[in-house]
């Protein structure tokens, strides 16, 4: 499964999630369009095919005690990040999965 596949799957049209370190929280959309996220300030981001792809390697090829840091989806961490706001809600989906 691709990973917008995959996350489309997870959201199931529209589901809240905690973030990865648990102290706020933020919604996920599954539109005709896209995978559409807006975090607790109230800004949407849409997931890009290349964002999720990234960031859905990245999660699977983690060591375990790193996949739910939100630090291993940003720089300095991560030098090839893709999308230093997006990369860690998307980790926190996968998460959910």
Do not use: Q
């Not at 199931?12 to 919604?27: E, I, M, P, Q, V």
């Not at 369009?33 to 807006?38: D, V």
């Not at 800004?43 to 999660?59: G, I, L, M, S």
């Not at 940003?74 to 999965?97: G, Q």
Request: glycine residues 4%.
């Amino acid at each position: 499964m691709d990973a917008m596949s995959r996350l489309r799957t997870i959201v199931n049209g529209s589901k809240k999630f905690k973030t990865l370190a648990g102290r706020s929280a933020f919604t996920a959309v599954v539109r005709k369009k896209g995978i559409f996220i807006t975090n607790s300030k109230g800004n949407t981001y849409e997931v890009r095919e290349n964002v999720a792809k990234a960031v859905t390697e990245r999660f699977r090829h983690l060591p375990r005690h790193e996949i739910y840091m939100a630090s291993a989806y940003t720089v300095p961490k991560w030098t090839d990040c893709p999308h230093m706001i997006l990369s860690p809600y998307i980790a926190a989906i996968l998460r959910d999965e």
